[in-house]
């Protein structure tokens, strides 16, 4: 023990030495770059200081460097030298939300690569983790498969971060808990207010593929009349015609109506309806911007008002807060986030695999409980996973108690509210 | 102390009886109706219940009777019997956000009163509480009015709430402060989201005449840097030059630029911007729906798109969750609507006002107090008021210190958050 923590000190004396030039320290000490990428989330910053602790503890790594807005700060020589902050501070940091290294969407090509190898060189990084989603995890698995064909020895490792929850890899992602927890407070809150001024509310969720937060909504009932009443994920194709008959029959019976809405719902076509009436922008991993705009939101509203002469429509995008909301946080996401960053670092230290995701696994059984395990990071790029069918209602407007079960635990108690 | 208990026993007995005719109880017990009425908030219910409760203590009010969805009920004859409930499930109801007995726009007309007056003749009515904002105590004034003209004897008190916090009558109302917190924490989430992916993020916030709560998003900050950058409230005409120019100065200097933004934003004819891109539908109050719609954030953002070619835009509108979120209420604006209720009953049964309002009057000195007088209903009815010049800062894009000095106490600490 005591021999781990003089190690370590050594370690870490090393790596503040200025200018030191390649070649100089035992090979065995190596430095490490750890950055973030994608959207924000409300516990991505857990993963940061929870692989920032874990690497302060190894003797192997010496210089523990963030990288300031994803690759681009590689790109562009822009690091926080992690070693310095107090673990008080760094807990301040876990706490907040949002990417507190900075985040960028940038899907690194060969000229990147190569210029990200001659910095790693110069600062002899042998350890770089990667927070993110699938897009991110695929930034990392380039970085590691280039590095490979360029000969230079890196162990890469992406960290799962998801509001979406779509990384195959993960039973669930780091993230998605919040969000939820977020997502079904906001429509519990929101059922009240549409109980008190009757009519029909749409809320518009995040999601741009998978419908998990969106699905998330239904953890907001507690009651028979409670909403969210109609829910729709893009897993289903959306018929204008049907919505317009699903809200007409909830309104017959309770006389108010509350829609759970994915920002991806699309039609038979495959395009989502989001994207036809947004702004048409891209990111370099091709994916259409959806949020930042209200414009889906209104065009249900308008449909219903309309076609189905409703004469109350209100609709409401819950955006960028469902991902950066602070103060809220689902403590079971919280602790999940810092373990994943913990565990990347201890399995990129063990070195069974060079370039590897975290998996999150679901122990099978009554009583909730995860594991962590290293697994290729193929297993995580690029393709995102959908909401299984077995947690869709028949309706295809409503998830099942499966789906809850599913849910809850991770997403955890809501504010209690009661009704006369 | 104890010949109260028992007289209050006897009234509530007295109450109950069913079948009960005119003129058969004691002149000195009358039953009483409470009502909601306007926008829900997070904390109309805490002055629901602190009526309630002070009501129950009174040997001079027989039943109390809970109209649903504010003088609808009354025309409707549809009531909850509020003598009913535990104490601890008013206290649960006190906890939850909107409007537990249901809401209404509505501006009673001199048919309207009638029924009223014919309902509370039957009912043995001989109070009157109405919870609302400016429209509801001018709703109130009419009943109060009508009723003296009709010489019916009836004690009609307004109790405030608005998260607007536009009433002529108080010095804040209740509802604002919890809303107000809603606005400072999901604007220090997504400036912290601002900082990890940069651009340009407009928050359209609530407030149709008075930019109280928009200004409150100024309490989001602790850092130089902090957004939000720019606020824009209603109280200042607003001009798309001076809109671009000033986002282009704040992007120069931070490479970021959080907007808060009234959704009644104005430009110099007097119009609000949000109104023009709505639905134009309108309530009996002649008012025009803004909320519910991302139109004018949309708007704003193609703006500065287009005009000043920025890149990233991103535009969230608040919408219904500043209002209705749960769990996330201000403690002082929880005590101070659970005090106005109780006051507002306190008042009618010393019976000084037959037709009044509370005022909440803040206290000279550096210690935050307030009282609760009864004033008449007329100082809380139809105008508003708007952002006094002291809080606006001459640049016309931001709040003043004296602003946050008087936001401050009622809106309480929020979620702290840290930075690299």
Do not use: W
């Not at 009443?229 to 194709?237: A, D, K, Q």
């Not at 449909?303 to 469902?322: H, M, N, P, S, W």
């Amino acid at each position: 023990m005591k021999r781990t923590k003089k190690a370590v000190k050594v370690a870490a004396k090393e790596a503040k030495k200025p200018g030191r030039k390649p070649g100089r320290k035992p090979a065995s000490v190596m430095n490490m770059v750890i950055a973030q990428s994608g959207g924000p989330s409300m516990v991505i910053n857990q993963s940061l200081v929870g692989a920032v602790l874990e690497a302060r503890k190894s003797a192997k790594i010496g210089k523990i460097l963030g990288a300031r807005h994803g690759i681009l700060g590689i790109l562009g020589n822009d690091y926080i030298d992690l070693r310095k902050p107090t673990e008080k501070k760094l807990e301040a940091i876990a706490e907040t939300p949002s990417s507190a290294l900075g985040s960028c969407r940038r899907k690194p090509d060969a000229a990147d690569c190569k210029a990200i190898f001659e910095e790693f060189r110069k600062l002899h990084v042998g350890f770089f983790f990667y927070i993110g989603g699938n897009d991110s995890a695929d930034a990392a698995r380039i970085v590691a498969e280039e590095a490979e064909k360029a000969g230079y020895p890196l162990v890469v490792y992406h960290i799962p971060k998801t509001i979406d929850n779509d990384l195959r890899s993960c039973d669930h992602t780091p993230g998605f808990g919040s969000a939820a927890r977020f997502v079904a407070s906001a429509i519990r809150g929101d059922d009240l207010d549409n109980r008190a001024l009757e009519g029909v509310k749409i809320d518009i969720i995040m999601g741009r593929d998978a419908g998990f937060l969106t699905a998330a909504s239904a953890l907001a009932r507690v009651r028979k009349d409670d909403g969210p009443h109609l829910i729709y994920l893009p897993e289903v194709p959306f018929s204008e015609k049907k919505f317009i008959k699903d809200v007409q029959e909830v309104m017959k019976k309770y006389g108010r109506c509350v829609c759970a809405v994915s920002e991806g719902i699309r039609g038979k076509d495959g395009v989502p309806m989001g994207a036809k009436l947004g702004s048409g922008e891209k990111d370099s991993h091709g994916n259409v911007q959806m949020s930042g705009s209200g414009a889906l939101g209104d065009a249900l509203a308008k449909i219903l008002k309309e076609k189905a002469k409703i004469k109350r429509v209100r609709a409401d995008t819950f955006g960028y807060l469902q991902r950066s909301f602070p103060g809220i946080a689902s403590k079971v996401d919280q602790e999940e986030g810092r373990a994943a960053g913990a565990a990347a670092v201890k399995a990129a230290l063990k070195g069974e695999l060079t370039k590897g995701t975290i998996a999150i696994v679901r122990a099978k059984g009554k009583k909730y409980k995860v594991a962590f395990a290293p697994v290729p990071i193929q297993n995580a790029a690029k393709y995102t996973r959908s909401v299984p069918p077995e947690y869709i209602a028949k309706s295809g407007n409503d998830v099942t108690k499966a789906f809850i079960k599913y849910a809850a635990p991770i997403v955890g108690e809501l504010p209690f509210c009661e009704v006369f």
